[in-house]
């Protein structure tokens, strides 16, 4: 998931864009040509108000070194108050990811309307700085179940495996 | 100790408060933290406010949920990323609605039930009171002896 980096460092950010703003500030962007980092990873949300914390919480768990949330200008949005929802969201997972000493800026949220392509290449542009400079994320180093998890996997192939030779046997 | 009469004019007046002396109320209640999904069903349908939804989030509230819910599986992610144990509570904003621990208060509870049998994640449990733990503790040494 990971991509290289002109400067050597590997990292990924995904960016939950919304459709009316965002994206479409995404799609001019493209069309004019102007270079995104490569790091980045956009995904489309109706609107910003679908991300839930547990989408953002995931994506850093599963390779993301940042996510952004990028959607409509405050008080602007296509649904009325869905990106308000997204701003709360974000600030919760910034204090749960505080909370556990983790960077909070590892999650933030981003306006713009979607006839703003440069502000959306210099919010990207923003957070790959950010990210690049903050220590990497210490994946499953601390209190993990996935010791357990193996465990569990191998009694249960431990289980499976008598069943092989009889029925190869048979 | 018996209540005075302003005492029991006041304790009429508070909702559900002329049933703190009846049977069927009294219940012991116990509550599930790691359970509990936060959906304040139990706030909403307490007759004296002893629930309360807090403007507070338990962090290890996450981290006890069970594999395979809600908060489980947001306490998997965070578990795979945490440097330390949580600080401790957080501060919830305004419009985040489900992370929310709710406040029980026992003081203000009469022990009626209301919030077992509404809980949608069974994570309120009522014990009835035992009508033998009421009487003197019995004094079979004294008898044998």
Same mark, same amino acid.
């Given at each position: 998931? $990971? ?26 962007? $493209? ?8 790091? #980045? ?9 679908? /991300?839930?914390?547990?989408? *953002?919480?995931?994506? *850093?768990? !599963?390779? $993301? ?18 990106? @308000? ?7 919760? /997972? ?5 909370? #556990? ?8 949220? @981003?306006?713009?309307?979607?006839? !703003? ?32 998890? !193996? ?20 | ?7 029991? =004019? ?17 219940? =012991? ?22 629930? =309360? ?12 949920? %069970? ?5 489980? =599986? ?53 014990? %009835? ?7 003197? %503790?019995? %004094? ?6």
């Amino acid at each position: 998931m $990971a991509a290289a980096t002109p400067d050597g460092g590997d990292r990924s950010i995904v960016a939950f864009c919304c459709r009316e703003c965002a994206y479409a500030a995404a799609d001019a962007s $493209a069309n004019a040509r102007t270079p995104l980092p490569p790091t #980045v990873r956009l995904v489309l949300v109706p609107c910003t108000g679908r /991300v839930s914390p547990l989408h *953002l919480l995931k994506a *850093l768990a !599963e390779g $993301a070194d940042g996510v952004m949330v990028a959607g409509c200008l405050l008080g602007q949005c296509h649904y009325r108050e869905g990106n @308000f929802n997204a701003v709360d969201r974000v600030a919760f /997972v910034q204090r749960l990811l505080k909370s #556990v000493g983790v960077e909070p800026e590892r999650c933030r949220m @981003f306006t713009m309307s979607a006839g !703003e392509p440069p502000k959306f290449v210099a919010a990207v542009r923003e957070m790959d700085r950010v990210i690049g400079g903050l220590p990497p994320l210490p994946r499953s180093s601390y209190g993990d179940r996935t010791g357990q998890r !193996e465990a569990t996997a191998a009694a249960a192939s431990r289980t499976a495996r008598p069943l092989e030779p009889t029925r190869g046997a048979a | 100790m018996p209540l005075t009469h302003r005492g029991r =004019e006041i304790l009429n007046r508070a909702p559900g408060g002329h049933l703190r002396s009846t049977a069927g109320v009294g219940c =012991e209640i116990l509550r599930h933290e790691e359970l509990c999904v936060g959906c304040g069903t139990c706030a909403k349908n307490c007759p004296t406010g002893a629930s =309360e939804r807090g403007g507070f989030f338990d962090v290890q509230q996450l981290l006890d949920a %069970p594999e395979g819910s809600r908060r489980g =599986e947001l306490g998997a992610a965070l578990r795979v990323l945490m440097r330390h144990e949580p600080d401790g509570p957080v501060e919830v904003p305004e419009r985040v609605t489900v992370y929310r621990t709710v406040v029980y208060d026992a003081e203000k509870c009469m022990g009626c039930g209301t919030c077992a049998r509404n809980c949608p994640a069974d994570a309120i449990e009522a014990r %009835p009171p035992r009508a033998d733990a009421a009487p003197s %503790p019995a %004094p079979a040494e004294g008898v044998s002896a």
